[in-house]
Every structure is written in C-alpha cells, then in structure tokens.
C-alpha cells in the first residue's frame, strides 16, 4: 500500500478523530464529565457500565471512542515509519500525531482522578483548562498536516518562518490564544449559567468568581484574531498567484466571517448546546484552514515532486521506481 492510500487513511482518521473532539466538547459542555465517577480507564469500576445514567454513557461512549483514535493513530504512526524515508514530513507528523494523542489521553486521566469536571470550578481545572486546549489544537495540526503533506506528496519540512509564511504565523498563534481564553469562557458558561443577557451583565458588575473575570479575555482576544485573518487571508488572496493559496484564503475569510458572527450570537441566545458546540466545531476548521494556508505558501518550489520517495524495505524508490519489477 502506497502513499495515495496512506493520504486516503489519513484523511479518514483526520476526520474521526474531529468527531471525537467535538463528542469531547459535547461531554465537557453538557457536564457528563464525571459520568464514570474518578475510576481510569474503568468506569464506575466495571470495564463496561450496567443500568448506566446518560452521563456516564456520554463519559462511556468518549473513552471507547478516544481508545479507538489512539489505536488508529498507533497504526499511521508505523505505517508512516515503514512507508516514508527518516526525516520526510509525513513521517514526522505522524510521530507527532502518536505523541499529542497520547498527552491528550494524559490530560483526560488526570482531570477524571482529580475530579475536575462537570461543574469543577476549581483553581487546578482553571489552570489546567488552556493547556488541554492548546494541546488538542496540536493534536489536530499534526493529524491535519500529515494527510495534507501526504496529499501534496510534499518532501521536506516547510519553514513556517521564511517570509511568504511569516504573515501566518501571527494568525495562527492568535487562534491558539484564543481557543486557550475559550476554555475559560465555556467553563464559566457552564458554572454559571444565567437566564438573561441583563443577568449575564450583571454577573460582571458583581463578580462572584474569578472564572467572571477571566471570561471577559477571550471576546477581546478573539475580536483582534479576527483582524489579524481577515487582514492576513486577504494579503494572500490579492497577491499570491497560487490557486491553492487563494482558495483557502477565501475558506479562512468565510470561516472567520461565521466565528464573528458566532460568537456574540451565542452569548445573545444563553449559551445554548448546538451554537456552542458548531461555534467549537468552525474554529477546528479554521485552524485547520489556517495550517493549510501556512503550508502551501511555505512549500515553495521542491517541495513536492513527482520522485515522491517512500521506503521499501531498506531502499528507497519512487513510485516509478516501485512499479518496475
């Protein structure tokens, strides 16, 4: 099995592995976190719950689900290993898919035995909170670029910092600030719901906890991210002559235009499930858009080829090389 089957996989486990998070979202902001009590990897100490609650089969149904991503990340890593050359990108963000899912599993362990879900407004789960998130942002760059790179049959590692990419950098860094801030604003969503807008502006007018204050970040934030993308994607979409560039400049527009809008929508209509969940799930694709974006303008010229190397057995041949007996 070659490359163009390992970029099918790979896009696949991509994929799943965005349902998965976004089911973690939904586990975090319906407070199913504690569903299988503070028992790793058991639930409620039994391998599989009986006459189980809707949170527990909520906290259930993610274990199993994340067990299986890490099993599938597991089998790219190696398969990655055994098909690409030492050094290649594909490889290399497959290890690093391998490494963020298992910190990822890591972060999930620690907040169930501390017990810092479902309503926890503990200072350890507030600090805790933005470097789960980062990590998860991570954790999707890498399975992103591996099917990208392996998609484009790109050969060497692009410098993010050369300077057709540097205009993304800034971009780029902004949204994993602002997914860390939205950690924040989520928790005190969820800790301190409010039946009114009046009631919302209220709580900041009298702040009962220091998850009130820190929620104010993320708006400000998120607002000068958008600035930054919106001023970043049209740059690229008036001045590079790559299609692809262009396209996904115009994605990164779109997406940020819904995020904007979004955001204040959400916070008008108290919070509900479904616009927070979509308002988690845009901002996935965004960053993945932005990763994309980044990559292509990286590349550059030799950067993918047709002599798309990949190892078999101690040699490596291309594929021209491989079809010849």
Known sequence: ???????????????????VIVWGYFLRVSESGDGCGTDWPLCDGAIVPSAAEFPTWIEYTHRLSSGLALLLVVVMA??????????????????????????????????????????DVSTGRILIRPFHVTNTFLLMASLGLMAWWAHRGVQRLPSFLEPPTRAVLPAGFALLLVAATGSWTGLAGTAFPVESVGEGI????????????????????????????????????????DPVARRLSAIVLFLAGIQLALGPLTIVLLHPTALRLVHLWT???????????????????????????????????????????
């Open 1 to 19: 099995m070659g490359p163009k089957r390992f970029s099918v996989v790979a896009w696949g486990v991509l994929g799943y592995s965005l349902g």
């Open 78 to 119: 190696l398969w990655a290993r055994s098909l690409f050359r030492h050094g290649h990108p594909v490889r290399t963000a497959a290890a690093a898919s391998l490494f963020f899912t298992v910190t990822e599993s890591l972060f999930g362990a620690i907040l169930v035995i501390l017990g810092w879900v479902a309503g």
């Open 202 to 241: 209220g709580q900041y007018l009298e702040p009962s906890h220091l998850l009130i204050y820190l929620r104010t970040v993320h708006p400000a934030v998120a607002l000068i991210t958008i600035i930054l993308l919106f001023r970043m994607a049209s740059v690229v979409r008036s001045s590079s002559g």
């Open 283 to 325: 901002a996935d694709l965004l960053w993945l858009s932005i990763l994309f974006l980044g990559s292509t303008l990286a590349e550059g010229p030799g950067s993918t080829s047709e002599r798309s190397y990949y190892r078999t057995g101690d040699s490596e041949r291309s594929p021209r090389e491989a079809a010849t007996p």
